[in-house]
């Protein structure tokens, strides 16, 4: 099991969903599909947003929320909404964890998110815009966990750019 889950709820914009499956490929998170989905999943387009790291996707279809949770019983689990009284930053993430995102047009459905109003995160935006893109929300989202966990199991530097590359002086003065 993952120590990162990203639940999509009806997700109907294929590149959006192929992106966040990229994000799941680089950063290990599993990706629950719900249905029904606004595309198909051979459609060019996701394929395409998600590049080459198809296989390295650890990927679930359901049909349907209640298949999801009577598959997955005593979850923790956090639902992302604009709805939301709270800052996804005012939690503290456990492992393993689900991230649930709603569909592109309606977000999560209205008695989830009352039925869960503890575990109701907001990215923080400027009150007169609707939405993040659904793809950019997933991605803060994720990486808020890891960042809590340390970045667990990830590369956090680069071998490319060295103190040798430049001299350790220049570096240390940009800093």
């Known amino acids: 099991m993952a120590d990162i ?24 998170a599993a990706l629950h599909l719900i249905r029904p989905m606004g595309f198909e999943v051979d459609d060019r387009k ?5 590049l080459d790291y198809w296989h390295l996707l650890d990927i679930t279809y359901y049909d349907g929320l209640s298949d999801f949770f009577e598959k997955h019983r005593d ?69 808020e966990v890891l960042r809590q966990h340390e970045f667990k199991e990830l590369q956090t530097g680069s071998g490319y750019l060295t103190s040798s590359d430049h001299g350790s002086d220049e570096l240390n003065e940009r800093a």
């Open 5 to 28: 889950n990203i639940v999509l709820v009806e997700p109907e914009i294929p590149q959006n969903t192929g992106n966040i499956a990229r994000t799941c490929a680089a950063t290990g």
């Open 46 to 50: 996701l394929k395409r947003a998600g």
């Open 75 to 143: 979850i923790e689990f956090y639902l992302f909404s604009t709805k939301a009284p709270r800052a996804y930053t005012d939690v503290d993430y456990p492992l393993p964890v689900y991230l649930f995102f709603g569909k592109e047009t309606k977000g999560l459905p209205e008695d989830l998110l009352r039925e869960n109003l503890k575990k109701c995160v907001r990215i923080p935006m400027r009150e007169t815009l609707r939405s993040l893109n659904l793809s950019n929300s997933a991605a803060i989202a994720v990486y």
